[in-house]
């Protein structure tokens, strides 16, 4: 039974595999793995799918990593967004998917030498294997701990790998950095923005060299972790530093516009951008905006989120010298209905993000919206709500036709995957978490981002400590902290990896924090019976709440995996 079990496997990893792969884009008896691989150009051909491994916004629906992934303190969901599993699920794609798209990086890997090209075609496409096998195991590793180490694409017979047992993450980290380093010396140097190259390797290996520098520093055996490794925090950190560097040496500088990295329908000239997703009008479509302005209620940021910006003055809420009120204010106006103008309520914040951040009026909607209490952005399309009353207009762009945004499938703006002001907040914190960083480190990296968001540059010596710093942190990686949460409100579900990473997921449980789940004051909007609140606030969890637990560091091991292999085990707390 333990045999048909395994084939049955495989050939599911197999057929799961072959549904997207360019080997079977022609008759099965025109190409085989004997003879596809005679040129580079069937390499790069095979090598292309790699480009669907980035989801972007979404393709046709709600998949994508900007805006839907809700587990975070930033955003309260229209549907409660507790932890992913309550229990020990049966399967998930989470952990087969991971596996399917290493083993799509081994056969490219496996097969460089059959190929008639230059030995720098070779290195480069040996490169972009290794990257991308970097890649996915990445993502194993940061959501399921310990995973077995793979070097090549498997078959039914290598018994001793798939019964194998699960390597300590840190030597599969170290793995992981080798592939990285390879990546980063050996593939093609070229500005393509929508292809694989040394940019993305290095964008890559910062991000991922960050992520394993900051959780080797601060883990905790209470978690059901190794003790702190400060040697090997320190090296993941040096290279998150080095490949920065390297980005930041390049011809890349920042987009005149923040809200333009997000909203744009190209990217192409966008002097920020790395890496992205295109999307094609009528061929290649998402429905973030559609989700962000249509009838379907928003999931709205909190107030936790919204007090995290800081006023003009460069100050946090308990120090500004700017007005601290966050109520918003009623006003009478007119509105258009069927093409007449019609009396309309606004309940205004633009009051309050005048003195803010400029990224929070780039971020959300200068009306709140919430239950029967609709608004329309852009005085034009479909009228909106939001769980918290603050509404999301990020994504959104105002020059589409209002059916390329408010419909489902139909929307084409493109989707940063890498990009600058992302590398410069990798550099300020990796040189924050060293304990060497300079102001000449600031000034070039944080303080541009600061400077375009219309706030004072952050000095060394911040000046002043925060007391909403929760984090048993120095005032000066909070401010930088702070600038990473500001910058990437929404993105990537970037919140809730950094938590993970900095070992503050118990900042996430709404008993000890419950800021993270309202959202908007709404106190001169008495007449509104029909939301839920607590106090004057909009309660976004619809009087639900999230409690920490330490297990929720990892993810359980399916339980149809470890049927197939007991050597797996299970992770803490999830047995």
């Known amino acids: 039974m333990k045999k048909i079990q395994l084939i049955h496997m495989v050939l599911s990893i197999l057929l799961s595999t072959a549904c997207n792969d360019f080997l079977d884009k022609g008759p099965l008896d025109t190409f085989t793995n004997d003879n596809f691989w005679t040129s580079e150009n069937n390499v790069k051909g095979y090598a292309n799918t790699f480009y669907q491994d980035f989801t972007g916004y979404g393709n046709a629906g709600g998949s994508g990593l900007f805006y839907f992934r809700t587990l975070s303190d930033d955003q309260a969901g229209n549907s409660f967004a507790d932890w992913t599993y309550q229990n020990v699920p049966a399967s998930s794609s989470s952990w087969s998917n991971g596996w399917i798209e290493i083993r799509r990086a081994h056969i490219l890997l496996d097969n460089m030498e059959k190929v008639n090209m230059s030995d720098e075609a070779k290195s480069h496409w040996k490169g972009v294997g290794r990257l991308m096998r970097a890649w996915h195991y990445y993502?194993?590793?940061?959501?399921?701990?310990?995973?077995?180490?793979?070097?090549?694409?498997?078959?039914?017979?290598?018994e001793g790998y798939l019964y194998g047992v699960r390597e300590n993450r840190d030597v599969v980290m170290d793995n992981v950095l080798d592939d990285l380093n390879y990546a980063?010396?050996?593939?093609?140097d070229n500005t393509s923005k929508t292809t694989l190259n040394r940019n993305v390797a290095h964008a890559m290996k910062a991000e991922i060299s960050l992520f394993e520098g900051t959780f080797r520093k601060y883990r905790r055996s209470e978690e059901g972790q190794s003790a702190p490794d400060a040697s090997g925090a320190n090296r993941f950190l040096n290279e998150t530093k080095s490949a920065a560097a390297w980005l930041m040496n390049k011809n890349f500088v920042l987009n005149s516009s923040y809200q333009g990295n997000y909203n744009s329908t190209n990217l192409a000239n966008n002097p920020e951008m790395i890496f992205y997703k295109a999307y094609k009008q009528d061929l290649l479509h998402h429905s973030l905006?559609?989700?962000?302005?249509?009838?379907t209620q928003l999931s709205g940021m909190t107030r936790d989120a919204f007090e995290s910006y800081l006023f003009r003055d460069g100050k946090p809420l308990a120090l500004t010298t700017h007005d601290k009120t966050d109520a918003a204010r009623m006003y009478v106006g007119t509105k258009i209905v069927a093409g007449k103008e019609v009396p309309d309520t606004v309940l205004s914040i633009t009051h309050l993000l005048g003195i803010r951040d400029k990224r929070l009026s780039?971020?959300?909607?200068?009306?709140?919206?919430?239950?029967?209490?609709?608004?329309?952005r852009f005085g034009s399309g479909i009228s909106m709500t939001s769980s918290t009353g603050y509404g999301v207009c990020k994504y959104d762009n105002k020059n589409l036709a209002n059916m390329y945004r408010n419909q489902t499938s139909q929307n084409f703006t493109h989707a940063p995957i890498f990009w600058l002001s992302v590398v410069y907040l990798q550099y300020a914190e990796a040189?924050?978490?060293?304990?060497?960083?300079?102001?000449?480190?600031?000034?070039?990296?944080?303080?541009?981002?600061?400077?375009?968001?219309?706030l004072p540059p952050l000095t060394v010596a911040v000046g002043f400590s925060d007391p909403a710093n929760n984090m048993n942190v120095s005032d000066l990686i909070w401010e930088i902290r702070r600038e990473r949460r500001t910058e990437l409100m929404f993105d990537n579900w970037n919140r809730y990896w950094d938590l993970i990473?900095?070992?503050?997921?118990?900042?996430?449980?709404?008993?000890?924090?419950?800021?993270?789940?309202?959202g908007a004051n709404i106190v001169n909007d008495p007449y509104n019976q029909s939301v839920d609140k607590v106090g004057s606030y909009v309660d976004g969890s619809k009087n639900k709440s999230r409690i920490y637990h330490s297990k929720h560091y990892w993810y359980p091991i399916p339980s149809d995996q470890i049927s197939l292999n007991p050597e797996l085990g299970q992770n803490p707390g999830w047995e």
């Open 501 to 518: 990473r900095w070992h503050q997921l118990d900042k996430l449980d709404s008993s000890d924090y419950p800021d993270i789940l309202l």
């Open 184 to 188: 980063c010396e050996h593939m093609y």
């Open 362 to 376: 780039e971020t959300i909607d200068t009306a709140l919206c919430y239950v029967d209490r609709g608004f329309t």
């Open 289 to 295: 905006i559609a989700y962000i302005s249509s009838s």
């Open 139 to 158: 993502q194993l590793v940061r959501t399921y701990g310990d995973v077995p180490w793979i070097d090549k694409a498997l078959d039914i017979t290598d």
């Open 431 to 454: 040189c924050a978490e060293l304990g060497s960083i300079t102001q000449a480190d600031l000034d070039q990296s944080i303080n541009k981002l600061k400077s375009r968001a219309g």
